[in-house]
């Protein structure tokens, strides 16, 4: 299977689509393989694409000016899209980045093919708002889980729901994401 088609298949396990939706996406999609540390969105910058990982993983950054220090908001994973958390349908510039944690396979859809196939197929809207309800539910499942349980409850959550990270993340952003201090993780990893 292509990761082209790999692509496909994701969005129909959302969202059943036309043939006619398909075929428009599959010329309009590009597949690229990126280096790792390859930013595929800075600060400052307005949004181009959307990806998709086949492989590999992205992490979601701010630099906070105050300790000096790059935070973790986010990891997208393989078989995720990864999409801007602003900028996509406004003209507001990133204030976040986008960087890839390894050597990374995406399927990418420009914005400019998003418009169009907002205005040509109609239930691309039901798609797009699909994944945005996964993504929305997913990122406040993530705030609720930093802002009410302890480093140990954080830390046994990632084993047992996205322990991939772990092998796949260096464990400096894994701490940042999940709210403590890399020797708060490392103390916790000790004791198991």
């Not at 595929?40 to 300790?67: C, D, Q």
């Not at 302890?150 to 260096?170: C, G, H, K």
């Amino acid at each position: 299977m292509t990761a082209i088609q790999n692509f496909i298949n994701h969005i129909h396990q959302s969202y059943p689509i036309s043939t006619d939706l398909e075929e428009f996406l599959i010329t309009s999609l590009r597949e690229n393989k990126y280096s790792k540390n390859h930013t595929l969105l800075n600060v400052g910058h307005l949004p181009k694409e959307i990806y998709f990982l086949i492989n590999g993983s992205a992490r979601v950054s701010y630099f906070n000016a105050k300790t000096q220090s790059e935070n973790i908001l986010w990891f997208w994973l393989p078989q995720q899209i990864i999409l801007p958390l602003e900028g996509i349908a406004t003209n507001y510039k990133s204030e976040t980045s986008i960087i890839l944690n390894q050597t990374t396979t995406v399927i990418s859809l420009s914005l400019v093919h998003v418009k169009y196939l907002r205005q040509l197929f109609p239930e691309f809207i039901n798609v797009g708002q699909s994944i945005l309800e996964e993504l929305i539910k997913k990122l406040a499942s993530h705030l609720q889980l930093v802002k009410h349980a302890n480093a140990r409850q954080r830390y046994q959550f990632i084993l047992e729901n996205q322990p991939t990270i772990l092998d796949m993340v260096n464990l400096k952003d894994v701490a940042s994401f999940l709210g403590m201090s890399l020797n708060t993780l490392n103390h916790i990893r000790a004791i198991k």
